[in-house]
């Protein structure tokens, strides 16, 4: 990526994929492992070539659409990532989903 001038990648914090649920927190803001981990790998690998990592935070279907359980994922990310220079947190990205996952301004 470095060598094609690509110097920003995008990660999302919550994932389901073929019933495999590949979150970083729970859906209340708890550190998941080995998820979180692997995250902080990925960071720190893209970080030593130069790359900034975009951490899209995003609401599963079946997430709580209270406002502070989000709130509480939210803090959670920014504390574990506290110590890496290279991460963008994107907590409101998808202004076209118009289900509970979008986070209004």
Same mark, same amino acid.
């Given at each position: 990526?470095? @060598?094609?001038?690509?110097?920003? &990648?995008? *990660?999302?914090?919550?994932?389901?994929?073929?019933?495999?649920?590949?979150?970083?927190?729970?859906? +209340?803001?708890?550190?998941?492992? !080995?998820?979180?981990?692997?995250?902080?790998?990925?960071?720190?690998? @893209?970080?030593?070539?130069?790359?900034?990592?975009? *951490? +899209?935070?995003?609401?599963?279907?079946?997430?709580? %659409?209270?406002?502070?359980?989000?709130?509480?994922? @939210?803090?959670? &990310? @920014?504390?574990?990532?506290? !110590?890496?220079?290279?991460?963008?947190?994107?907590?409101?990205?998808?202004?076209?989903?118009?289900?509970?996952?979008?986070? %209004?301004?």
């Amino acid at each position: 990526m470095a @060598a094609r001038k690509i110097n920003w &990648i995008r *990660v999302w914090t919550f994932w389901g994929w073929s019933g495999t649920d590949l979150s970083i927190t729970t859906l +209340t803001g708890a550190v998941r492992e !080995p998820y979180m981990s692997r995250l902080k790998t990925i960071i720190s690998e @893209a970080n030593s070539r130069g790359i900034i990592v975009d *951490v +899209t935070m995003s609401r599963d279907r079946g997430a709580s %659409p209270d406002i502070n359980d989000y709130i509480a994922c @939210a803090r959670t &990310i @920014a504390t574990q990532l506290l !110590p890496y220079r290279n991460v963008y947190i994107d907590v409101g990205n998808e202004r076209d989903i118009g289900d509970a996952r979008h986070v %209004p301004i």
